[in-house]
């Protein structure tokens, strides 16, 4: 209140300033006033009683009129004033929750962490960045006890918070499967039954799961509803769609996962993808599928990591650096 | 000690400016300022829109209350209505405003220095004090 009733004396000081010398420098100092009186959350409705406190001492003989007219413009301003308190409380509120749901994605993080597992025959790299704080996609890495690599990638349909608590009962669903259930149409199956029976209606989950044969380079796959995947033949220097039938995760209990397997030869590289990459938008457009493609060869020569970054940079930099939609792109690459 | 001076059945909305008069009146004659006038004057009005608009029949009342060294306007806002199920979701800001409805009960609570409400299934009672500086 002390510091108020300081500002009321500045005011008229100012007002007065004013009045005489009609000084741009004074305009100034008013700007300067009135960022001040934010900062000690002073209100509009407050400023304008000041204001007529000020003229009621430098203008006597004020017509009753023109004093009338505050009453009634003071009436008017106290729902501004109330509006604008209002707006205080609930932008605290709002950095308090960001600071929550910081330290919630924090949380995701950490709990979803999966290690990428480190192979000479082949090379993996992985870029997965969310739209919002909390990430809507999700990748998984498994090894199992032969030295075989499972490798997931899904997208729950659905974004923030609760597709967060989602996507951590999957991860701890997959780590639960025993080493004789790697097959992508068991692990998708088992998966499914988990979904159906713990998730509400209406949220769906997208999976593309493969095997990689660290052995033979056999890559068996299957597909919960995700994203068509992509080989990179280096022989032809084309992409190979990879795709198998299966529906969504959580749809119905009894599904069967179709799935099939292709022969990674040295030089070839598998690129698995959600739909923030695919569906990209560009203006009103969507990109086609064989632009998204083309940017992915742009890049072919480097090492899988760089590749994930690089097709990843080019689809941010498209979408202005405000990304629509969380974003995952996981790269295998043979290498002998 | 406690006088009621004053109250004002609100049944349609034009008794809302009537309940504005009264309590105007009684907060000059309390020497209130400008800017405290036009805040109880708000108060009043919200309290009477939510009674016009949610119990349709209601009345306010009016009276003068004394502290230590310091005189107040109680303004107590009474209805049979349907009653508030979850105050504490209507007290939350942005719960009215947000729809335009106007400053709702947080924003009487903001103008006014002490506020109280109670509520069941045979109505609601708001009360709020403002009190004049002295």
Redesign the interface.
Known sequence: MSSLKSDISNYKELLSQYLESRDEAVLYQAEQFSKQTIQQNISP??IV?EH?QALQELIPNMDETVKDS??FL??T???YG??Y??HQ??RE?QIELRSEIGVAANMQETLLKTQIPDYTTIDIGVKSVPAKEMNGDYHHFIRDTQGNLGVAVADVIGKGIPAAFCMSMIKFALESFSDNQIYPEWVLDSLNRVVFRNLEEGMFVTMFYGLYDIYTHQFYYSSAGHEPCFVYRSDSDEFEKIDAKGLLLGVENDVIYEQRQTTITKGDYIVLLTDGVTECRMGDRFLKQQEVLDVIKLYADLPSSDIAENVFKHFERLQDFDLRDDITIIVIKRNE | MEKTLSSVIIKKEWDIVGARQAGRKIAIDLGFGSVDQARITTAISELARNIYLYAKHGEITFEKVYGVRKVGIKIIASDRGPGIREISSVMKDGYSTSGGLGAGLPGVKRLMDEFDIQSDDHGTKVTVIKWARQ
Do not use: C, R
């Open positions: 409705d407050e009683n007529y505050f009453q003071i009436e301003m106290i729902s109330l509006a308190q209002e409380v609930l509120k």
